[in-house]
């Protein structure tokens, strides 16, 4: 008997594999050759601004709603979220669908909480201020984004929190890239000197002392790709 060719199926949670075909059906996920804000060249490009159709923002906030479920059961320590924070201008929509959707899977733990997201230019008129939503002072804040790759974005928001008078309890993004952090040469001279180091993710964590998480990392759409058969895509 010969061994089967057949890819053997992977032990991803069902609300990743749901989130990572959504990614793929509405080309929220492509492949090619592209330039990202850290400069870097990579094969694949995900645009989280292009989950603007209502079953594809129920999927992500879904996914999302149900890693910070997990996320939270899984660190006992971290502090209770009062607030849902989306950095301007994707974790917007981000923020405010995923609280909906915690707020519809287990309305008595999440019906207190509330969002909140920032402005790229201070209001000087009405309210005014830098923030939309509820007061960060005093709360303990969970922040939820798209992407990380070389942690800059992540490294403002923290301290956008803090200077608003919140504690950030941890950090949850859709896609975790495990790009590693760039080198001396990598930021003088755009040049991957091949060292290992450790990913911005990782990163985050030991700067900060912040549990971070993500719906899915690049492994799980390897293996996701596996299961499909796209060798091309893997490749």
């Known amino acids: 008997m010969t061994a ?9 949670p069902t ?26 060249q990579s094969p694949y490009f995900f645009n989280a601004g292009s989950f603007h159709t209502a079953p594809l923002l129920s999927a992500i906030s879904t996914a999302y709603a149900h890693t910070i479920i997990s996320f939270l059961a899984s660190h006992p320590t971290i502090l209770k979220p009062d607030v849902i924070f989306g950095p301007a201008y994707k974790g917007i929509p981000l923020a ?3 609280l909906l959707e915690l707020h519809r899977i ?4 999440w019906s207190s909480v509330s969002y909140s997201f920032n402005r ?12 939309v939503g509820a007061s960060l002072k005093g709360k303990n804040v969970l922040v939820i984004d798209d992407v990380i790759t070389a942690g800059t974005a992540m490294r403002e928001t923290i301290n ?7 504690r950030v309890v941890g950090f949850v993004v859709a896609l975790d890239r495990a790009e590693k952090m760039p080198g001396p040469r990598e930021k003088n001279e755009g040049i991957d000197d091949g060292e ?16 971070t998480t993500s719906i899915a990392t690049l492994d799980d759409l390897i293996a996701l790709l ?3 058969g796209n060798k091309g895509d893997i490749e």
């Open 4 to 12: 089967s060719t057949q890819p053997t199926p992977s032990a991803i």
């Open 15 to 40: 609300y990743k594999t749901a989130f990572l075909q959504s990614c793929l059906s509405a080309n929220v996920l492509t492949f090619g050759t592209y330039t990202l804000k850290s400069g870097r």
């Open 96 to 98: 405010c669908s995923t």
């Open 106 to 109: 287990d309305p008595q733990n």
């Open 120 to 131: 790229k230019e201070v209001k000087d008129h009405g309210e005014g201020g830098g923030l």
């Open 160 to 166: 956008l929190v803090v200077k608003e008078g919140g």
């Open 196 to 211: 290992p180091r450790m990913s911005a993710m990782g990163q985050i964590r030991e700067e900060y002392g912040l549990p």
């Open 226 to 228: 596996r299961d499909k």
